[in-house]
Structure formats: structure tokens, C-alpha cells
């Protein structure tokens, strides 16, 4: 927004961020919304944390390759979440997680160079193995599929979670065919099974997933267990909240050399 700059008050008016060192006026960082907020957010595919976790390489996510442009609403709240409940089992059961963006891809006001995916999904593989509950550990693989829309709703909408119609979606869309082991797999008509796999053990509370916690990176992982599981009426989180996470950005806002990106990874 240019056509604020060094006037403070058209800024802040209009919502924007006035930096008052040198009277430019900016999208606000600290607002997600693509209007007068900072909108995108470089969201990973393969998350760091988890590539750190199991692999010790986390720095190796920060390619291009790896980056979708997701909304900050997205990449902090929904798929953050999802992030969290897969990389939670996966310290207990074997899995194969895959990701990737889907159109229609649009223009982006914000991003000249870079279009606008409609959706994101993840795939994820639980191969036969011992230790599942019940008969699951008996019977085929099983494979989840969400579609994530990139929008600026932070809430997770249980209607995410698509099943073999996801796959066949993701298929049409992208002209792929993902192998044999997920084709052929079992494709549950909802996610309980994430419940049911941590809500034994201390596996929620180790994974530090909980109603009651102080950011969303724990309360929001909770309210997409109960929705998976068929939980209504349900205490929705607040997102973005960190707390006092210590990932929460702590520049000086003024500071011209600050571009205020939080980076939930």
C-alpha cells in the first residue's frame, strides 16, 4: 500500500502497519488475513520438525521443492494441527505420509511470481503391523486422505478428511496414480482411528495435545482428534495463539530490518 506511505493515520486506518522509523506503511505481519495481513505463509510439505525428529535434517526442508505457498491461516492453524496428530503416531507406528499441493491454481495480488493453490493434501499410509487395536493389525494397509482448502479459515472442518474419494480427487486433479500400496489399501470412512491409536498410553499427553493447553500447537491437534472421532459440540482453540511459545517472534517492531514472519515449523 504505497499510497500511505508517511501518512500514519490513512495507514493505520485502513489497517494496515505503520512503521513510524521511516513512515512506511505495510501489510501487518502480525494479521493473517489477505486483505491488509501478511496472507501467505512458506508452509512446508515435509515438515521440519519431523524431518529433524527422525532424521536430524531439519535444514534440509528449507528447499523449494518443499515450500507451497499456503495461507498463514492454513499453514498455522489446520495443517499445523494435522501435521502434529501424523508426527505424533508416527513415533509409535510405522507410516508412509504424503503431500502436495492441488488447483485450480490462481494469480495471486500478492505474490506476482507465485499462484495460489485451492488445496493441499496429505496422504497417509498405516502399513499392517503389530501393536494396532483390534483386527487392524490383521487386515490390509490402511491409507487416510485429507484436502485442505488454502483459505483463511482457521477452524478444521471435519469435512476435510475424504477418504478414497480424496485419492481419486488428488488422481484426477494432478493426472497421477499413486502406487499399489495406497490403491489397494483399506480407506476407513473417518479418521477415529488417530483417536483410538493416542488416546492410549499417555500418547496425547505426551505429545503435549490437550483442551486446556496454552497454544494452539496443543489445542488444536485435540479438537482434530475429536472431530475425527465424531466429538461434537466441541471447545474450538484460538488460532494463531502461541502463549509464551518461544517460537513467538520478538523484534522490535520498528526495527526496518525485521520483515515479522512467524514460522511455525
Known sequence: PQEYDGDEEACKSHGYYYRSSDGFCKYDSNNLNCDTGRCFDR?????????????????????????????????????????????????????????????????SQRMSNVTRPAAFFKIVLLPRQS??????AWARDTAFVWILQNDEEKIYDPASYRGREGLEAIEKELGLQFPPAINEADFPEDCSMFWTLLSQDGRMEACEFSEDAETSGSTGPYFLLQSCAG?????????????????TLSAPRDDPSSEWIVERR
Not at 519431523?50 to 532424521?55: K, N
Not at 501393536?131 to 487392524?136: F, K, Q, S, V, Y
Open 43 to 107: 508452509g512446508h510439505l515435509v515438515p521440519s520438525g519431523v524431518a529433524g525428529w527422525h532424521y536430524g535434517r531439519s535444514g534440509q526442508t528449507f528447499t523449494m521443492c518443499n515450500i507451497g505457498a499456503q495461507t498463514a491461516s492454513l499453514n498455522e492453524c489446520k495443517w499445523q494441527w494435522l501435521e502434529k496428530v501424523v508426527a505424533c503416531t508416527g513415533q509409535y507406528y510405522s507410516m508412509l505420509s504424503f503431500a502436495g499441493a492441488m488447483g485450480p491454481f490462481q494469480p
Open 131 to 136: 501393536g494396532l487395536p483390534g483386527e487392524a
Open 231 to 247: 466429538k461434537t459440540n466441541l471447545k474450538e482453540p484460538m488460532c494463531p495463539y502461541f502463549g509464551n511459545s518461544a517460537s
